[in-house]
Each structure stands twice: as C-alpha cells, then as structure tokens.
C-alpha cells in the first residue's frame, strides 16, 4: 500500500525567503505525483502535476521535482510571499486512479 | 466557468437516514473522484472513476456507494450514515492523461449525529 509522507508538518519564515517542502513516496510505481495548495476552510487548488516521465514542473514562482528512483518529490517556492501561506499537499497517482495524499506542510509566511 | 460543482456545502443529518452528495462537473473529464478529510487522517479517497459506468474502490469505501451513469455527475450515496462518517467531503475530476491537476469542489461538510 502506498504511503505519502510531507516533512515538516509546519514551516515557519520570512517574506522573501527561498523554501523546499518535501514529500516521499513508498511505492515508486507511480503514474504522476500532484502539488496542491489549501487554504483554512476551502478546497484544495491544483499547482503542478509531474507525470512520471517528466523530472519537474515549474510554473512561476513554484518548481517541482520528482525522483521516482528514490521516492521523492520536492517542492521549490522562490521568494515566499504572505499570501505564499497555506497547507501543501502532494498526491502520488497510480494509472489505475487511486491517489494516496500525504498529510501536509502548513506554511506561515511573515511579513 | 469550469468548475466541479458540490451539494450540499453543509449537512446535518441523523444516523440511518439515507443522502446523497451530489457532484457535477462540466469540463467534460473522464476520470472523477471522491475524497474525506479528517483531522489527522489526511485526504482519504473513497471512491473514484475513470470513465461512464466504471467505478472502483479507493482506501476507505465502506459505508458509501456511488455511480456514473453520465459522464458528468458522480453522485456519492450513504446508505445509513453513522456518526463515524462526519467529516469533510471533496469531489474532483481530471481529463486525465496530461499535465493538469485534479479539479476540486470547494467541499461538503456532514456531520451525522
């Protein structure tokens, strides 16, 4: 059975700072690994999907990386900004469709 | 507006009493999904589909039931809810295949008493 994990489970840092949140994976027969964005109270927004023949994704501020040799995913933010505060989630995704969520990073970002 | 549509966004219900959640998308995927989130346990998947009147079981499917019989809507049934089914409730879809994510409904929170 697949098993996600995110370290840390909370982050804390100022504005400006460069982050990696990171998420592992047990099982490396994955078909894609997701990023998502929660904020308190909503639902989760989609930030970047990396299929399994692909390395990373970027888009703007945010890179994503994905090593399946090793299990591991990792989530890149430049520049963090306050509204950059929310909970990341990452989802490995079997080509069956069963997805597996790790538990979360909740990011605070200082002013 | 694309977008995954959920309903109802609160329910309180009574223990035994049968509901249904609905859920519609209209972009047209393929592949639709139902997840709960609870406190400490994560985003848990219940159920999923990949295509009009293929459904399979995700981590957690016992107590619900659904179906996909338009590939729009994919509706998540409790039978008898118990209180232990309380929780945070999200649907998403996906034209699966490429590089988009998932498409989440902004969420349905039952509580069973």
């Known amino acids: 059975k697949q098993e996600v994990t995110q370290i840390p489970a909370a982050l804390s840092v100022p504005e400006g700072e460069n982050l990696v949140l990171n998420c592992s994976f047990t099982?490396?027969?994955?078909?894609?690994l997701q990023w998502f964005r929660q904020d308190p109270g909503k639902g989760l927004t989609s930030l970047l999907l990396?299929?399994?023949?692909?390395r990373e994704q970027t888009s703007g501020r945010l890179n994503a990386s994905l090593d399946k040799s090793s299990g591991r995913s990792t989530l890149y933010i430049a520049a963090s900004q306050p509204g950059d505060s929310a909970t990341y989630l990452c989802?490995?995704?079997?080509?069956?469709?069963?997805?597996?969520f790790g538990d979360g990073t909740t990011l605070t970002v200082k002013p | 507006e694309a977008q995954v549509t959920q309903n109802p966004r609160y329910l309180i219900t009574v223990t035994g009493k049968k509901l249904t959640v609905t859920c519609s998308q209209n972009?047209?995927?393929?592949?639709m999904s139902w997840y709960r989130q609870d406190p400490g346990l994560g985003l848990r998947q219940i159920y999923y589909?990949?295509?009009?009147?293929?459904?399979d079981k995700g981590d957690v499917p016992e107590g619900y039931k659904v179906s996909r019989k338009e590939k729009r809507n994919f509706p998540l049934i409790l039978e008898s809810p118990s209180p232990n089914q309380t929780s945070l409730y999200f649907c998403?879809?996906?034209?699966?295949?490429?590089?988009?994510?998932?498409?989440f409904g902004s969420g349905t929170r039952l509580t069973v008493v």
């Open positions: 099982d490396s027969a994955i078909y894609n």
């Open positions: 989802a490995a995704g079997t080509n069956a469709g069963k997805s597996t």
């Open positions: 990396i299929q399994s023949s692909q």
């Open positions: 998403a879809s996906n034209p699966w295949g490429g590089d988009y994510g998932y498409t």
């Open positions: 972009m047209n995927h393929e592949y």
């Open positions: 589909s990949m295509n009009v009147e293929v459904t």
